[in-house]
């Protein structure tokens, strides 16, 4: 099972920003789609009342101060350093960011102001701002601030449009969560009076945290109009705050995100990597099972699973939903360990009328008053049931849930063997995802790129960053190259590896019997090889082959079939076993048709009371030697047969070099003796028939065992 996060992996890291949704409290409608800075800053005005009101229609707070401020942006050599989602926004908005470090200054000045002077303008009211933003109409920030504390009238800086804005200082940050799903700042206009507090994160938490009355009638229609075409959405809020700067800088978070006035969406544009789609359709072929795990809306997530083929084409997903889950508790679960189950609904993504029964997650229909759609719904759900074809979504809360109350009952493993797509997961949630797969039994592989994907990185069987940053501290593996193409390369080169390690196993095991049976069989008349003979046979043959072996390449194309992964296995053994056999069966044959040649000569010992006298030249030494020489080399060949793991032996280039420099040379000592290569390996002059026979045999024996390895 192979697991990838969204943004940044099977996506573009950068997001594009499509454009602002702007809600209206006036007609608690969306406004159109705002895809410039211009037409978000064109309906900044001056109201009536003096304060500042832009197509929101909330006093006191803009989009594009929301838009300019709301990030925990840092400058490194000139340039805005962060998430690249905030980066976005920051370049969106066209205005620049200055760190202020006017609290140093002053101290280092010795001008520790320690009053209670918190007036907008003062010097210890701007030493507090950690960052200051300005428009790009918008002068040069004044840090020193006017000596009479005194504000201008908002009348004389702007009249309309992006005139109105001024520089605007950070006063705190509170830094994206990943638990909470949101991240917050408190700002102040430079000439404003009052603190403005601007929110951002997950739709559906931001809502929470609204005023019920500000959050327009169509949320829903707009928000799933957007997700369902895979585009990432985030929603902006905000509040003033009426408090001095000393107070406002002491509120805790949940202070600050609460009674908030929704303002609109952010619509991001999250492009597919080009090499998204063929990487997940190869290992679809391999039938390696894809799933995505991110942080993103459970529609977003559908929708880009399905772009990229993640989810495959004519497969239905349905999502789930959280309903009623405050109702059940453990007790609950102790009486009925199904109860749970009703608290969760799963439901089509597109919003067919079919959704999955909770205990079975089998498609049924939905419960209706039109006749005709349930009938319809109700074929469709028996089509699904019948053929299979149809997937989850599962979102942190319900996965959360499920693992703490159903953890024991068979939905939540069908779930876990059903799930395409994990959305809105917390790191720990992704980590967890995790080891219930391997719990399952599943060799695990998780690719990601964030800080938030590290837990699960280290969980995996097989973790793979994109990053170098904090991701590939956790990941066994590291990826030089930014897109998914580096996990078919991994698991090419691993089962290459795996392949290659068993087969230089097999190939030394063998040569040790090859070399064994030789010994055995020349000891029935006191005989050994030579020194010559085991220095060709160790160092000029067994060496080189056995390094060569090493340097095969992986096959192109992954297949369904997986390498053995025991050195115990059946296919192992049985492989190493059978050529054993083979080996010993064709020596000992060697050995019988040596004695029964007419010419052939017993080697006696020189000294008949001293058995070890007996000669190691002889035409038994001879005919042993000449034979096991080809079977040590086409014993590298047998072991060395390329796909379905690796290339063909012959695009080894170095291995066929060596192979065929040593088959030359053993052609040359059995076909074309010359007296010095005799006299170097205490060899003897035998007929050339009888060499032709021992050629016949080696090649006899490396077709059997050739057949037997590629079956």
């Known amino acids: 099972l192979m697991c990838f996060d969204k943004t940044g992996t099977l996506t573009e890291t950068g997001l594009d920003l499509l454009g602002v949704r702007i809600a209206s409290q006036s007609t608690r409608q969306f406004v159109d789609m705002h895809s410039t800075i211009e037409q978000v800053t064109g309906s900044v005005a001056i109201a009536d009342s003096g304060e500042l009101v832009d197509a929101a229609g909330i006093p006191c707070l803009t989009v594009a101060n929301a838009l300019a401020t709301c990030h925990s942006l840092r400058l490194v050599n000139g340039a805005p350093v962060g998430d690249p989602l905030e980066v976005k926004m920051l370049e969106f908005t066209g205005w620049q960011i200055e760190e202020n470090d006017m609290a140093n200054m002053q101290k280092s000045s010795g001008n520790d102001s320690s009053g209670d002077d918190y007036s907008p303008s003062s010097s210890l009211a701007t030493s507090m701002l950690q960052t200051v933003v300005r428009p790009p109409a918008a002068s040069k920030l004044d840090l020193s601030a006017n000596s009479d504390n005194e504000s201008p009238d908002p009348n004389t800086v702007c009249g309309s449009g992006i005139g109105c804005l001024e520089e605007v200082g950070i006063l705190r940050c509170f830094e994206f969560s990943s638990s909470l799903c949101r991240a917050s700042v408190i700002a102040r206009r430079l000439h404003g009076g009052y603190a403005e507090v601007y929110v951002k994160g997950a739709p559906e938490v931001v809502r929470t945290l609204c005023i019920p009355t500000s959050v327009p009638a169509d949320y829903d229609q ?23 700067w000393r107070d406002a800088s002491a509120l ?36 390696i ?10 529609l977003t997530a559908v929708s880009v699973a399905r772009e ?60 209706s008053n039109d006749v005709m759609a349930v009938e319809l719904a109700a074929e469709l759900a028996a089509e699904l049931a019948q053929s299979g074809r149809y997937c989850v979504a599962i979102t942190g809360d319900v996965f959360g849930y499920l693992s703490r109350y159903a ?26 995802m995790i080891e219930q797969m391997q719990e399952l039994g599943y060799i695990t592989g998780f690719c990601g790129d964030g800080a938030n994907d590290c837990g699960a990185l280290k969980s995996a069987d097989v973790g793979i960053s994109l990053s170098e940053a904090e991701a590939s501290v956790a990941a066994p593996f590291t990826s030089r190259t930014d897109n998914i193409s580096c996990v078919t390369r991994l698991l090419k080169e691993g089962r290459c590896s795996i392949a290659t390690s068993f087969g230089c196993f097999k190939y030394m095991a063998l040569y040790s019997m090859i070399q064994f049976t030789t010994c055995c069989l020349l000891y029935i008349y006191n005989v050994n090889l030579t020194d010559g003979e085991y220095l060709y046979v160790d160092l000029f043959t067994i060496l080189p082959v056995a390094i060569c072996m090493d340097r095969a390449r992986p096959f192109k194309r992954l297949v369904p079939k997986r390498p053995s992964a025991s050195l115990t296995s059946k296919k192992v053994l049985a492989s190493l076993l059978g050529n054993v056999a083979l080996v010993i069966g064709f020596q000992i044959a060697v050995y019988f048709m040596t004695e029964s040649q007419p010419w052939y000569q017993k080697q006696v010992p020189a000294d008949p009371n001293d058995p070890d006298s007996t000669p190691k030249e002889g035409d038994l030494n001879t005919a042993m030697f000449l034979f096991t020489s080809f079977q040590y080399l086409f014993a590298g060949a047998i072991f060395n047969i390329g796909p379905p793991y690796r290339q063909p032996a012959y695009r080894n280039y170095s291995y066929v070099a060596v192979v065929a420099v040593i088959l030359i040379f053993d052609l040359w000592v059995l076909l074309a003796p010359v007296d010095g290569l005799l006299s170097l390996f205490g060899l003897m002059h035998t007929k050339v028939s009888w060499r032709f026979t021992i050629l016949g045999m080696a090649a006899a024996n490396f077709a059997l065992c050739y057949l037997g390895e590629w079956l």
């Open 222 to 244: 707009v928000l799933n109009k957007y997700t369902q075409h895979g585009y990432r959405v985030i929603a902006l809020a905000g509040k003033t705050l009426q408090q001095s």
């Open 252 to 287: 805790d978070r949940a202070s600050v995100e609460c009674d908030l006035s929704f303002m609109g969406f952010l619509v991001f544009e999250n492009r597919l990597k080009p090499a998204t789609q063929g990487v997940l359709e190869e290992l679809r072929e391999a039938q």
């Open 289 to 298: 099972r894809s799933i995505m795990c991110t942080g993103d809306n459970p």
């Open 308 to 367: 990229c083929s993640l989810v495959a084409p004519g497969v239905q997903v349905f999502v789930s939903r959280l309903a009623g889950a405050s109702d059940i508790t453990v007790k609950d679960c102790e009486y009925n360990v199904y109860a749970p189950l009703a608290a969760v609904r799963w439901v089509h993504y597109a919003g067919l009328g079919v959704v999955l029964d909770p205990v079975s997650l089998l498609p049924r229909a939905t419960d």
């Open 407 to 432: 953890h024991s009952t068979d939905t939540w493993k069908h779930m876990l063997m059903r799930a395409a797509v994990y959305a809105r997961m917390s790191p720990e949630q992704k980590a967890e």
